[in-house]
């Protein structure tokens, strides 16, 4: 599973997956420092789940300030 997200200098960004969306969520690697373009347009940054196998899962990312 791969996922690319427009990111922001000064944010970290943590993708996280779940079996479902009433259970807990779990940090799928490590997180990631936003960036910001010159132009101040966020850049992109992807995650991967090399994990997500067969399965189905939920994922998020979570943005921490």
Known sequence: FTLTVATHSGHVYQLQRSASLAADWADVGAP????????????????????????RYFYRVEVIP
């Open 32 to 55: 990631q420092d936003g960036l910001t373009g010159s132009a101040g347009s966020p850049s992109n940054r992807t995650f991967t789940d090399p994990a997500a196998s067969g399965s």
